[in-house]
């Protein structure tokens, strides 16, 4: 199933039966249960058929494909925390690995050295440019693409989660009306005592509060 116009929230399901008219089609509001054609079975509001996972996902976000997975009701939390210490750790690195290119690198290399191409052709052509240099330059891109992504997946999540709707529902601009407050929903993801969760996991004694089937203080 997929949405048949943006901020219509409406799902049309094709539904392969042989009539007299051809193909039937019926269609379903966004916020209703509606038929999964794949699984087989009826499906709650926000529960969406993932084809990498090939499986329904229970208030399915997104699919991750750094972590090989979908992001939804029962693991939201820990990607959350995931990409919080990661955009933790690469912002520690690069801070450091910009201090030591500046201190260090350069202090015996060309200042063209720190464009990857050009450390790449020297490295090769033989100039005093070493395999190592050529593995920190590498290290040093990554981190530079890494850290400003984690730091927007940090955002996203924070954004999504507190204003109580999910990545997909953001990315399709479904209006979903919330009357939770943010404490609300942020205990809906996390469960009780929330922060604790970003120090050690919680998720065995404190189950989030969203059931993932019936959403109460939510429609659309």
Known sequence: PKPTKKK???YVVTIH???EFGVEKSTYPYWSWKPCITCQHERPPRVHHCHVCRTCILKRDHHCFFTGT???L???RHFVVFVWWTAIATTFSLVHGIAYCYWYFLADSWCMDVILPVTVFRCIMGYDVSYFKCLLVA???????FCPI???FVFDQF???SNGITTFELGNEIKVVNTNSCRRNIRGVF???WIINFIIPLHLIFKPHDSGVYWHGVSA
Do not use: M, P
């Open 159 to 161: 954004y999504t989660i």
């Open 70 to 72: 979908c992001i939804g």
């Open 191 to 193: 469960g009780n005592y």
């Open 8 to 10: 219509t929230q409406v």
């Open 139 to 145: 290290i040093g891109y990554s981190l530079l693409w």
């Open 150 to 152: 984690c730091w927007k």
């Open 17 to 19: 039966r042989k009539t």
């Open 74 to 76: 029962n693991n939201q």
